[in-house]
């Protein structure tokens, strides 16, 4: 049995049903489809952003108190330390967000790629290694983020220019 195919501008219900996209959403445009309904508010948004930081610099902070207290016992200094380096933590990234928010792309992608770098270096420095060994592995995870943010901002920057060259 044959089928017919649906043309542009219709849809299986009929003409009258078919949904347009008003271009406001996170998906409008790439599909010429409708946008996705974004199915959590704002606040939720917000709150998920804010756990998820809060959860990173936790992480950070247990991940530098177990590297400090090198298999021994926990320790109240040990505990305090890992809350301070994760409160530490999160004030510099917070400090980092604001400031790269007003950057062009490259110092952008520079600025994360040094905060990272020197993230993953501190904690690698913790281990008891040598300094060069830490400067390296900093250095090579920060040329890492750096690139790939450089990609991403390029890459997306012009989807979105081209998008907006479109409606307009």
Known sequence: MAHAA???GTSPRGPLARR?????GPGAGRTGGPAPP???????????KAATLLATGLVYGYWEASISRRGGPITGWNLFAGFM?????????LVVRQ????????????LWGAFWGSAVGFLYS????????????SLIVAAAVTGALVYRYYTHGDAVEARAARTT
């Open 126 to 137: 913790r281990s008891g290694v040598a300094m060069f060994t830490c400067v390296l592995v």
């Open 85 to 93: 380096t994760a409160l530490a933590f999160l004030v510099l990234y």
């Open 6 to 8: 649906p043309t542009p």
């Open 99 to 110: 400031i790269a928010r007003r950057l062009p792309r490259e110092p952008h992608a520079a």
């Open 38 to 48: 974004d199915v959590f508010g704002r606040r939720t948004h917000l709150l998920a």
């Open 20 to 24: 347009t996209s008003t271009g406001a």
